[in-house]
């Protein structure tokens, strides 16, 4: 089963510089915005409305009230509309496009600033190519948050369109996000060969453009790609690369994901193994060094993961090596760790994780010859309250329609009805 190692290669939406750490001016109080805000009304004064509009925009961003900050923004929009500035306009809409994608569901509000913005972005001649790649990634951003894979395609597509016409280097990493767009959107439609050549050339552009933060998000995109075609061992590889790139870069917390997800694949290509018809490739990973690589990854995350603060990281890398003790057969073991994890997982509020800690504890029970049903059903509870992955709850349901097969055929028969 999947944990949350994967999250650690999640690709949102390029934030502005607004939005950026460390990148935001001073914050104005938010009674001096306000008081420059009436006085600049009172005077009839737009261009001084608009910069305490966006002042007063930052404070609410500083105090995390994201609706208040949306509402800056497009009021803003709206004085920039007065005062005849598209690219000002555009700007903010964009801005406040972003901020409802932050926000989260529903998105219908994301994607109607953000096709607000490219239609006023469409009857402006100065917006560069680079701001309108943007307006469209946002665009396709929202619209897939948003259900609709089909438009967000065609928002993404034409955003590398616009990348490839010019033939210029320093739109690289923007033709880059484009295709993690359209990679997504092909996700979406089911197209997972699309999807994964998109992911597969956004690699190639990252690495050309020299971002090995997003070379090995990538990866890990790639990773979780192959895994949904089955193909474990390219999943394996991709995840690897993913962790020799991080290990370039000092991020420490990302490293110890990409060997959970290592280490999630390769205990899924083990299990593969050991069943006929599991592939040539993971039949080969089984009977060679597979279990004791799954072992050797998975004590690593756990003692990167000891240098870093967070609990929850370190419950998910313990997570991971209770898996790798089941696939060396040390189940009694494995199961010790699951229930000293469940409770400090529950406290950690990760519902996804306390779902694969439950499933590996329907595993091992099936395993030990005590196939547990509750439990792989509470794992699947977990999964759908947590709105995980298709493919967690498929492995869940997998499994219980499995233990519940074994229970049918193990069950006692009735004696025949004597014959009147």
């Given at each position: 089963?999947?944990?949350?190692?994967?999250?650690?290669?999640?690709?949102?939406?390029?934030?502005?510089?607004?939005?950026?750490?460390?990148a935001?001016?001073?914050?104005?109080?938010q009674?001096?915005?306000?008081?420059?805000?009436?006085?600049?009304r009172?005077?009839?004064?737009?261009?001084?409305?608009?910069?305490?509009?966006?002042?007063?925009?930052?404070?609410?961003?500083?105090?995390?009230?994201?609706?208040?900050?949306i509402?800056d923004?497009?009021?803003?929009?709206?004085?920039?509309?007065?005062?005849?500035d598209?690219?000002?306009?555009?700007?903010?809409?964009?801005?406040?496009?972003?901020?409802?994608?932050?926000q989260?569901?529903?998105?219908?509000?994301a994607?109607?600033?953000?096709?607000?913005?490219?239609?006023?972005q469409?009857?402006?001649?100065?917006?560069?190519?680079?701001?309108?790649?943007l307006?469209?990634?946002?665009?396709?951003?929202?619209?897939?948050?948003?259900?609709?894979?089909?438009?967000?395609?065609?928002?993404?597509?034409?955003?590398?369109?616009?990348?490839?016409?010019?033939?210029?280097?320093?739109?690289?990493?923007?033709?880059?996000?484009s295709?993690?767009?359209?990679?997504?959107?092909?996700?979406?439609l089911?197209?997972?060969?699309a999807?994964?050549?998109?992911a597969?050339?956004?690699?190639e552009?990252?690495?050309?453009?020299?971002?090995?933060?997003?070379?090995?998000?990538?990866?890990?995109?790639?990773?979780?790609?192959?895994?949904?075609?089955?193909?474990?061992s390219?999943?394996?590889?991709?995840?690897?690369?993913?962790?020799?790139?991080?290990?370039?870069?000092?991020?420490?917390?990302?490293?110890?994901?990409?060997?959970?997800?290592?280490?999630?694949?390769?205990s899924?290509?083990?299990?593969?193994?050991?069943?006929?018809?599991?592939?040539?490739a993971?039949?080969?990973?089984?009977?060679?060094?597979?279990?004791?690589?799954?072992?050797?990854k998975?004590?690593?995350?756990?003692?990167?993961?000891?240098?870093?603060?967070?609990?929850?990281?370190?419950?998910?890398?313990?997570?991971?090596?209770?898996?790798?003790?089941?696939?060396?057969?040390?189940?009694?073991?494995?199961?010790?760790e699951?229930?000293?994890?469940?409770?400090?997982?529950?406290?950690?509020?990760?519902?996804?994780?306390?779902?694969?800690?439950?499933?590996?504890?329907?595993?091992?029970?099936?395993?030990?010859?005590?196939?547990?049903?509750?439990?792989?059903?509470?794992?699947?509870?977990?999964?759908?309250?947590?709105?995980?992955?298709?493919?967690?709850?498929?492995l869940a349901?997998?499994?219980?329609?499995?233990?519940?097969?074994?229970?049918?055929?193990?069950a006692?028969?009735?004696?025949?009805?004597?014959?009147?």
């Amino acid at each position: 089963a999947s944990s949350g190692g994967e999250r650690w290669f999640t690709l949102t939406a390029m934030a502005p510089a607004e939005l950026s750490n460390g990148a935001v001016p001073a914050v104005p109080s938010q009674e001096l915005a306000e008081k420059a805000l009436q006085e600049s009304r009172e005077k009839q004064d737009q261009r001084g409305e608009v910069r305490a509009l966006e002042d007063l925009l930052k404070v609410h961003l500083e105090q995390g009230y994201l609706s208040q900050a949306i509402h800056d923004a497009k009021e803003a929009a709206a004085v920039y509309v007065a005062l005849g500035d598209t690219l000002g306009q555009v700007k903010q809409l964009h801005l406040a496009a972003q901020l409802a994608l932050r926000q989260g569901s529903p998105f219908d509000k994301a994607v109607a600033c953000a096709e607000a913005a490219r239609s006023a972005q469409s009857t402006c001649a100065d917006a560069s190519i680079e701001d309108q790649v943007l307006v469209l990634q946002t665009l396709s951003a929202a619209h897939l948050a948003n259900g609709a894979a089909k438009e967000a395609l065609a928002a993404a597509s034409r955003a590398r369109e616009l990348c490839q016409d010019q033939e210029d280097e320093e739109l690289l990493r923007c033709e880059a996000v484009s295709l993690l767009r359209i990679s997504g959107a092909q996700a979406k439609l089911g197209d997972l060969e699309a999807a994964l050549s998109a992911a597969s050339d956004a690699q190639e552009l990252f690495r050309e453009y020299g971002d090995p933060l997003a070379e090995a998000g990538v990866c890990g995109l790639v990773a979780r790609l192959q895994r949904e075609r089955q193909d474990l061992s390219g999943a394996r590889l991709a995840a690897d690369t993913a962790r020799a790139v991080l290990r370039q870069t000092g991020e420490l917390a990302r490293e110890v994901g990409a060997l959970l997800l290592s280490s999630q694949v390769a205990s899924l290509e083990l299990a593969a193994g050991a069943q006929p018809g599991g592939g040539a490739a993971a039949r080969e990973f089984y009977e060679g060094k597979g279990r004791n690589k799954v072992m050797a990854k998975a004590k690593e995350a756990v003692s990167l993961s000891k240098r870093l603060a967070g609990e929850n990281l370190m419950a998910i890398a313990r997570l991971a090596q209770a898996r790798a003790k089941v696939s060396n057969g040390l189940l009694e073991e494995a199961m010790t760790e699951l229930k000293d994890l469940l409770p400090v997982l529950v406290d950690c509020g990760d519902l996804r994780a306390v779902g694969a800690a439950k499933l590996l504890q329907a595993n091992i029970s099936v395993l030990s010859g005590t196939p547990d049903v509750a439990v792989a059903k509470e794992a699947l509870d977990c999964f759908k309250d947590a709105g995980a992955p298709p493919h967690d709850t498929a492995l869940a349901q997998s499994l219980i329609a499995r233990l519940q097969q074994t229970r049918a055929s193990s069950a006692p028969r009735a004696a025949p009805a004597a014959d009147a």
